[in-house]
T-cell receptor
Framework: SAVISQKPSRDICQRGTSLTIQCQVDSQVTMMFWYRQQPGQSLTLIATANQGSEATYESGFVIDKFPISRPNLTFSTLTVSNMSPEDSSIYLC???????????FGPGTRLTVL | QQQVKQSPQSLIVQKGGISIINCAYENTAFDYFPWYQQFPGKGPALLIAIRPDVSEKKEGRFTISFNKSAKQFSLHIMDSQPGDSATYFCAASMSQGGSEKLVFGKGTKLTVNP
């Protein structure tokens, strides 16, 4: 497994502002992923963030709204830009250490947009 | 387009009983099928996973049964305990350029009554 931390654990933000979520892993990993989990719902992949390359976004998610940085093999950030109440969700990062498909998730960041 | 269909949406089981959650997938290119357990306020935790080359995998009280021809897989929790009360997600992924993206089912909320 992997020890993954996220900051902040939760936040309440005003409409129109931006929030940057940090994901820190205890060891170097090539593949990191960012997911969104809306209240009471399943997980939806936002983007794949591999070090050394641009993030790959899934259909329905765009870089202008969810810019991602991956400066090294243990850290990534996801920014939720120009927030609206519809962005209220839990945002989760995950890592795949072996490339075999086993993904381990961080504790999540619970975002509420007023 | 929902690629992984999960049922039931909710499940109530008595302590000591067997909990069974089912998933069906559409894409025959999927080659990895994990189950995740999520407690309120926590990130999903990898519980058990299977690949198509085997029909069953058991870890403690948790068993995955896999039917490749029917494109179905299920999670069986034997001797269910109140501590098993959580939301369970099935998922599937395929190797795509080295990054295995997970597609999640909608989740099953399991309640185990004492």
């Amino acid at each position: 497994s992997a020890v993954i931390s996220q900051k902040p654990s939760r936040d309440i933000c005003q409409r129109g502002t931006s929030l940057t979520i940090q994901c820190q892993v205890d060891s170097q990993v090539t593949m990191m992923f960012w997911y969104r989990q809306q209240p009471g719902q399943s997980l939806t992949l936002i983007a794949t963030a591999n070090q050394g390359s641009e993030a790959t976004y899934e259909s329905g998610f765009v870089i202008d709204k969810f810019p991602i940085s991956r400066p090294n093999l243990t850290f990534s950030t996801l920014t939720v830009s120009n927030m609206s109440p519809e962005d209220s969700s839990i945002y989760l990062c995950s890592v795949d250490r072996t490339g075999a498909g086993e993904q381990f998730f961080g504790p999540g960041t619970r975002l509420t947009v007023l | 387009q929902q690629q992984v269909k999960q049922s039931p949406q909710s499940l109530i089981v008595q302590k000591g009983g067997i909990s069974i959650i089912n998933c069906a997938y559409e894409n025959t290119a999927f080659d990895y099928f994990p189950w995740y357990q999520q407690f309120p306020g926590k990130g999903p935790a990898l519980l058990i996973a299977i690949r198509p080359d085997v029909s069953e995998k058991k870890e403690g009280r948790f068993t995955i049964s896999f039917n490749k021809s029917a494109k179905q897989f299920s999670l069986h929790i034997m001797d269910s305990q109140p501590g098993d009360s959580a939301t369970y997600f099935c998922a599937a992924s395929m190797s795509q350029g080295g990054s295995e993206k997970l597609v999640f089912g909608k989740g099953t909320k399991l309640t185990v009554n004492p």
